[in-house]
């Protein structure tokens, strides 16, 4: 089978699978090129509530495959930026799910992520360094955004590979199941992210990547959704509460 990005919904839960895995799920142009409209596809889909992206087998993504950058460089890394840039813009919440290697391109796209989970034994490494490449700069500002300037700088600098306990201490990521473990784990959190508010989860999402420019329009969307009253009547009765409020399509 050629190298793609499969995907799945379950349970309102899209998982897009990076799967090549003769290259230890690199990254091939057409990869790159077919996420962004991937991701608008599922963007789209009101059945869809979070997004799960994880690599097939036992490892998330060994970066970019560097066949691709025989030819134009520059090019190779537009099309990764792009699909980082739609990753992070993913109007819902994202996780990465990562096993084995998180490599280059592939730390790129779990730090587009909301979240990161990491089994056991997974390996992160920022490796541009090791090619002569320079690092995307809104690559990496996001990446000082999660792990400051020191833990930057030495990833950076180095290339080296850091282990998911030190990912986990910098902030790379944000829990660490043990080996086996990492799609219960998975599967249990994204149940939570489901039940919740999306209203909640889309303002909250825009806010802390920094958008100021929204504070009235998402006071009038709390205003008119209802989730608010929804959520303490659930509360005071003591059930699940059923939100209604779901991302627009056109925003």
């Known amino acids: 089978m050629e190298p793609q ?33 991937l991701l608008d596809e599922l963007a789209g889909d009101p059945a869809v509530r979070a997004l799960v992206l994880t690599g097939e087998g036992g490892t998330f993504c060994a970066g970019a495959d ?32 990562v096993r084995g290697h998180c490599v280059g391109g592939g730390a790129q796209l779990a730090a587009a992520c909301d979240l990161r989970f990491a089994e056991e034994g997974a390996l992160f490494g920022v490796t541009p360094a090791k090619l002569g490449i320079v690092y ?8 000082v955004s999660l792990v400051g300037p020191a833990t930057a700088k030495y990833l950076l600098f180095s290339g080296e590979l850091i282990d998911a306990r030190r990912a986990l201490r910098t902030g790379l990521v ?6 086996g473990e990492l799609g219960k784990r998975v599967a ?39 989730d608010t009253a929804e959520g303490v009547a659930a509360f005071l009765e003591r059930r699940q509460p059923r939100f209604g409020w779901s991302v627009p399509t056109s925003d």
């Open 66 to 97: 560097i066949s691709t950058l025989r030819g134009s460089p520059e090019e190779a890394q537009g099309l990764a930026v792009r699909a980082e840039e739609a990753l992070a813009a993913f109007p819902k919440p994202t996780l990465a799910a």
């Open 5 to 37: 990005l499969q995907h799945r919904v379950t349970d309102s839960v899209a998982t897009v699978v990076i799967r090549h895995p003769e290259k230890r799920n690199a990254m091939t142009a057409a990869m790159w090129r077919s996420l962004p409209p």
């Open 188 to 226: 249990e959190f994204t149940r939570v992210l489901t039940s919740r508010s999306q209203l909640t989860q889309a303002a909250a999402k825009e806010f802390a990547d920094g958008r100021t420019d929204r504070d009235a329009y998402w006071a009038g969307q709390a205003r008119g959704s209802g």
């Open 136 to 143: 995307p700069a809104s690559s990496t500002r996001r990446l």
């Open 174 to 179: 944000d829990e660490v199941p043990p080996e």
